[in-house]
């Protein structure tokens, strides 16, 4: 019996037809057939145009596909999760959460951005996943913000414009510009005064200088060591001269204060200085009673001694 018959060509044909047609299906997705995946479901309040098949991405670079969507009826969080298919090689670590990110021809790309922390995810755990915040995103959200500004903002520009139109205001840039020329005359003025005289000036401190330049030249000239040495040797006989003097009034101080040297005797003896005191007591009192009656003490005559009266009869 012949195995290979023309209902068993047909019916292999069929099969590899069928099977052709999945590669072919799957690949027009993006999906390998051959090559082993892990699926990892991310959790969204709003999936944004999402649909299977969809490229995936890890920080730019393609790791896998969207193989399932579906809704949680069951759970009051009203969850979309995405069932994602990525390669075996790819470990998603903890901390990771994944963006929608809606292109400009109207497709969606997830991109998941990767956990700092080193311990790696089991495939069929859930990572969290939202929308990709842009700038157009963000100009939006600060919307309501300017909102509440801008009454704010008019109240603000309203006192800016009274206080230009004000006259004083005016008035006021007025003397400044005006205050501004009258500086730059003064500074014209000024570097003119100095470019006249800056010569005269030079001129002028030139001798002064070269006195200085003398005046240093001779305190250089000047032997500071000769003139010390002689100041020293001059104090040095002085403080010679000095310690002779001592020596010699060192005794007669001593003679002074020893009381039983003459000298000692004259200074200290109370009975010596009480009768030089009265003597000059006795003396003084002698000249006032010759100044008194000096015909006590002398008598003159030029025609001889004068007789006496004779005395009274009594």
Known sequence: MKFFTKEIKIALAAICTIALLIYGINFLKGINI???NSLYYVAFNDISGLAESNPVYANGYRIGTVRTIHYDYEHPSSKVYVGVDVEDNMHITEGSYAELDAQMLGGVTMNIILGASPKALLPGDTIPGGPHVGALDQAASLMPRLQTMMPKLDSILTGINAIVNNPAMQQTLQNAASLTEELRTTNRNLNTLMAGNINTITNNLKPTTEHLKSITQKLDEIDYVNT???????????????????????????????????????????????????????????????????????????????????????
């Open 228 to 314: 010390v040495n002689s100041i020293n040797h001059t104090l040095a006989g002085l403080q010679d001269f000095t310690d002779k003097l001592n020596s010699s009034v060192t005794p007669a101080l001593n003679s002074l204060n020893n009381p039983n040297s003459t000298l000692g005797l004259l200074m200290n003896d109370r009975t010596l200085y009480d009768n030089l005191n009265n003597t000059a007591s006795a003396a003084d009192s002698l000249l006032n009673n010759l100044r008194e009656h000096p015909k006590r003490y002398v008598h003159f005559s030029i025609f001889g001694k004068k007789e006496k009266a004779p005395a009274a009869d009594k």
């Open 34 to 36: 051959f090559q082993s």
